[in-house]
């Protein structure tokens, strides 16, 4: 009922940058928060970044001052701007929203396909 599509993955050298962005559509009545999560091979899936429709935010100590997360709360759609990018940055990237389909019913969690992040010289 409820799809996330991403894109902006792709093959970039060490310090460059990538804009991720993720659309979600379907049955909406409100997204309490969108976010990224990220899974490199071999270690466990971390959370990248958050953001609350309030505005609030949450990132991984790693990414902090380097990764930038926003969102449109109006078309439904986040985005994660990733600057200077380290090879240990490299892995699936999975967009995460925690969405009301309807009024008066709890929120569930629905997530992205995943897009490739790969950083390498």
């Known amino acids: 009922q409820v799809q996330l599509v991403e894109s902006g993955g792709g093959l970039v050298q060490p310090r460059g940058s990538l804009r991720l962005s993720c659309a979600a559509s379907?049955?909406?009545?409100?997204?309490?928060?969108m976010g990224w999560y990220r899974q490199a091979p071999g270690k466990q899936r971390e959370l990248v970044a958050q953001?609350?429709?309030?505005?609030?935010?949450n990132y991984a100590d790693s990414v902090k001052g380097r990764f930038t997360i926003s969102r449109d709360n109006a078309k439904n759609t986040v985005y994660l701007q990733m600057n200077s990018l380290k090879p240990e940055d490299t892995a699936v990237y999975y967009c995460?929203?925690?969405?009301?389909?309807?009024?008066?019913?709890?929120?569930?969690?629905?997530w992205g396909q995943g897009t490739q992040v790969t950083v390498s010289s």
């Open positions: 995460n929203a925690r969405v009301q389909t309807r009024a008066f019913r709890p929120p569930d969690d629905y």
């Open positions: 953001m609350a429709t309030g505005g609030s935010t």
């Open positions: 379907g049955t909406i009545f409100s997204i309490n928060a």
